[in-house]
């Protein structure tokens, strides 16, 4: 059996208890309340001296104040006496910002590194973070172990179960393609990817549909992240040119800002999965199983 607590905390505490159920270990959700100029108070009631303790807490619909919330939780763990502060982050936030692209604009990953350093983390757990090696470089520089997850097969799964096995996988951008083929290893069939650019006349961003064997196919489209839906309604309007046959869009984290699903669902999909990294009605996909089948391997 694991030795652990696991600490759900205020943005994720059904995944938080999921978590634990799985591992078979307590869970003591942190006790959190706002105080009327709107700070958040944190305590956590779990014996701790000499224990593992495993927070969670995924970074949406509130970055900011989720991030703050998770710094509170892993430092108040470390003064409690826990031997080892693990922080399962599902959504990781300011993860895209993992370079600077203009002068003088702050390096959030870089940032979020040094802060979940200094409030005592050791080992940091994301489910498919945008960018893995920017990630473990900062948190490596800061002290913090990092495991990158990746929730595709899955997702591939659930599509295999809902009539896809053997469909195309798709990434709609190159920088994506190693989630389309870990989706691809569960479907079965041919992987591929689009690639999205900037237009230099007005520097927005454009796909780049290549010619696929997608012609009457069935296609899954991967991707890490679905905010404002424009990326996959895209890819979905490309496939369509090409005469596909069924598409569904697969997402590890649905966030589905705004008219996002309505974006999607007029490009043409037939199905939109996502986890519950982040909670949504179509979050029919559970991180669980893979946060904890990780932790039960490692400790
Ligand atoms: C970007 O590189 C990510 O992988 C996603 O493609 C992007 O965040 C999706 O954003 P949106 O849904 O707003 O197009």
Not at 199 to 202: K, P, R
């Given at each position: 059996m694991v030795e652990m607590k696991v600490i759900p905390g205020p943005a994720s505490l059904e995944l938080g208890v999921r978590i634990a159920e799985r591992l078979g270990v307590a869970f003591y959700p942190a006790v959190h309340r706002l105080f009327p100029d709107g700070e958040s108070y944190i305590r956590i009631k779990a014996p701790l001296r000499g224990e593992i303790a495993t927070v969670v807490q995924t970074m949406f619909p509130n970055p900011d104040k989720s991030l703050l919330q998770l710094c509170l939780m892993a430092d108040a763990a470390r003064d409690a006496g826990a031997k080892e502060v693990i922080c399962v982050v599902p959504y990781l936030a300011?993860?895209?910002?993992?370079?600077?692209?203009?002068?003088?604009?702050?390096l959030s990953l870089k940032t979020l590194s040094k802060l979940l350093g200094a409030s005592g983390v050791d080992l940091l757990v994301v489910v498919d973070v945008h960018e893995e090696e920017a990630l473990e470089g900062y948190c490596n520089e800061a002290g913090i172990q990092v495991k990158n997850l990746s929730a595709m097969p899955d997702l591939a799964e659930y599509l295999k179960q809902n009539g896809f096995e053997g469909a195309y996988s798709l990434s709609p951008d190159v920088g994506a393609v190693d989630l389309a083929r870990d989706a691809g290893t569960v479907l079965g069939g041919e992987v591929g990817f689009f690639t999205k650019e900037r237009?230099?006349?007005?520097g927005e961003i454009v796909m780049v549909m290549r010619d696929l064997d997608v012609q009457g196919r069935d296609v899954g489209v991967f991707d890490d992240i679905v905010s404002s839906g424009g990326t996959t309604a895209m890819a979905i309007r490309g496939l369509k040119k090409q005469g596909v046959g069924r598409v569904a869009a697969a997402c590890t984290?649905?966030?589905?800002?705004?008219n996002a699903m309505e974006k999607i669902i007029e490009a043409g999909a037939d199905i939109i999965v996502s986890t519950d990294t982040v909670g949504s009605p179509?979050?029919?996909?559970?991180?669980a199983d893979l946060i904890s089948s990780f932790l039960k391997g490692k400790y």
């Open positions: 300011y993860a895209r910002q993992d370079k600077r692209f203009l002068d003088g604009e702050a237009d230099l006349h007005n984290h649905g966030l589905f800002i705004g179509l979050s029919q996909v559970t991180v």
